[in-house]
């Protein structure tokens, strides 16, 4: 996925852990390759919503990659809150 991102990878790499460092200090606390797949997610989204050179046929697979992670990230986000729900 992240192969697909628009950058040198040393500055997408350092996104990404960015991310994911602040996504593992928020609370409920993410486990590492949740935080991590989120991180690359976030990555990843932000460059599509960016991509104005692109032709249409890798619009259209940015997008359908990009409906997939939106949905994992909806379920991660599900388990957390019910993993939540039930501590309390």
Known sequence: ???LARGDAPAIVERVLDYRDRLRAAK?????DVAFT???GIV???DTED???RVPGDLAA???IQAVLNARRAAV???V???VAAQS
């Open 81 to 83: 809150g019910a993993g």
């Open 62 to 64: 940015l997008h359908s």
């Open 51 to 53: 991509a104005t050179d």
């Open 38 to 40: 989120l991180a690359a």
């Open 77 to 79: 986000g599900a388990a």
């Open 44 to 46: 990843f989204s932000s």
């Open 1 to 3: 996925m992240l192969a």
């Open 28 to 32: 409920p606390r993410p486990s590492r």
